[in-house]
């Protein structure tokens, strides 16, 4: 691992912060985490492990990825990790048990880091076993266990990449392909379940229609034969844009399907139920504050834990104008998932607080990698879940937002 300057900012236009403002959240107690130096993107991608006693953050400006140690008081720094400048590095996180799988997107590979003797150390570096310069392989990562899946969503349709752990080395075991000649962009997003590989393909479009989106399930068969095509989940409505799978989060019987495109930008989640006859849609969740054909790209990130879901919509706008963003928090009460507190809002325009979520227990994290200030770009925010929703009555108003830039 080598030491680097910072890259520049690589977020794309839409993304970069809009001005300065003062910073922080309003509507629960927050602390906040940060880069160690500025032009960061810190909160670019999260990643929890199943313990909830992790927390990686990747601040793919900077080239470097931030192992956090978290127990009931909050999160520490176990370990800052540093990848090469201009591959990538940190393009999307999974974490699992004692590994670590980094996404380098710009150079199509992945980092695995291992944690031994309460130290995080490079494992390998893996590449497709049939290269594809620009693939962006390592752009969507799931792990469990000895099982890695790696998006290339760029390969051609795109593209999955499912590596194993042999007890010695990392080896590639299969690739799989869309079942839908029609899919685009299709490993864009990943669930590795016990028994099943979903893979999204958020902008696969239908007759008369663009990027709808597309959600694959692939089962797997009998030991050794690998993932099969066995369903496909859609958006409820063909509307153009949905970008159906730009975001996916399952736990259990129960799979979030973010659709921020959904609605003219509004956005919507879909939330499928597992059945013995397969995955079947349960109910759709709308943006609670949202005024209607407004883009403010609901579901642009999903987290659940239990019966807490979290759900990003970074270009929310303050009713007075302005891009603040948005997290919203839902609880299952009876089989129904319900606003648990007035949503919490950022006061720094351009910030995307929502941009990336995660749950870990009670603790909501809340990524705002566009935060901009002296000392850093880039925060993630954590408060308690569960005190919080007591405590919304007496939560601020929309905080001042300055409208966002012409």
């Known amino acids: 691992?080598?030491?680097?300057?910072?890259?520049?900012?690589?977020?794309?236009?839409l993304l970069l912060p809009l001005a300065l403002a003062a910073a922080g959240p309003v509507g629960a107690q927050f602390s906040a985490l940060g880069a160690d130096s500025g032009a960061a993107e810190f909160g670019y991608a999260l990643a929890v492990d199943s313990a909830a006693s992790r927390l990686a953050v990747s601040a793919p400006a900077q080239s470097a990825v931030y192992v956090y140690l978290c127990d009931a008081q909050g999160c520490g720094l176990e370990q800052r990790l540093q990848g090469v400048a201009g591959r990538g590095f940190g393009a999307a996180?999974?974490?699992?048990?004692?590994?670590?799988?980094?996404?380098?997107?710009?150079?199509d590979s992945v980092r695995l880091f291992r944690r031994v003797s309460g130290s995080w150390t490079a494992e390998t570096t893996l590449a497709a076993a049939a290269p594809l310069a620009g693939s962006r392989f390592g752009e969507a990562l799931a792990l469990r266990g000895e099982r890695l899946a790696i998006g290339a969503p760029r390969q051609a349709q795109g593209a999955v990449h499912v590596f194993s752990f042999s007890g010695a080395s990392w080896a590639q075991t299969q690739t799989v392909f869309a079942q839908d000649?029609?899919?685009?962009?299709?490993?864009?997003?990943?669930?590795?379940?016990?028994?099943?590989?979903?893979?999204?393909?958020?902008?696969?479009?239908?007759?008369?229609?663009?990027?709808n989106g597309r959600v694959e399930v692939h089962a797997e068969g009998a030991a050794g034969s690998g993932f099969a095509f066995v369903q496909a989940l859609l958006p409820?409505?063909?509307?153009?844009?949905?970008?159906?799978?730009?975001?996916?989060?399952?736990q259990g019987d129960r799979l979030l399907v973010g659709s921020p495109g959904a609605a003219a930008g509004a956005g919507r989640v879909q939330v499928f139920e597992r059945g013995l006859s397969g995955w079947s849609l349960r109910t759709s969740l709308q943006p609670p504050t949202d005024v209607s054909g407004v883009a403010t790209r609901f579901g642009w990130s999903l987290a659940q834990d239990g019966a807490r879901v979290l759900v990003g919509e970074p270009f929310a706008r303050a009713p007075a104008g302005g891009l603040c963003g948005v997290a919203h928090a839902f609880i299952d009460s009876?089989?129904?998932?319900?606003?648990?507190?007035?949503?919490?809002r950022d006061r720094q325009p351009g910030g995307?607080?929502?941009f990336a979520v995660a749950l870990a227990g009670p603790r909501a994290l809340i990524a705002a990698p566009g935060q901009s200030d002296a000392q850093a770009v880039g925060r993630v925010f954590s408060t308690d879940?569960?005190?919080?929703?007591y405590g919304h009555g007496f939560e601020l108003p929309w905080p001042s937002c300055a409208p966002a830039a012409p």
């Open 1 to 13: 691992m080598n030491a680097t300057t910072p890259a520049p900012n690589r977020l794309p236009a």
């Open 93 to 107: 996180l999974a974490l699992d048990g004692d590994r670590l799988a980094v996404g380098e997107a710009g150079a």
């Open 181 to 211: 000649v029609q899919a685009r962009r299709f490993g864009a997003r990943l669930v590795l379940l016990p028994d099943q590989l979903l893979v999204a393909a958020p902008l696969t479009s239908s007759p008369g229609s663009y990027a």
């Open 236 to 250: 409820a409505a063909a509307n153009g844009g949905e970008l159906f799978g730009q975001a996916l989060s399952a």
């Open 334 to 344: 009876a089989g129904t998932l319900a606003p648990a507190a007035v949503p919490y």
């Open 352 to 354: 995307l607080f929502g």
């Open 385 to 389: 879940l569960a005190l919080s929703l």
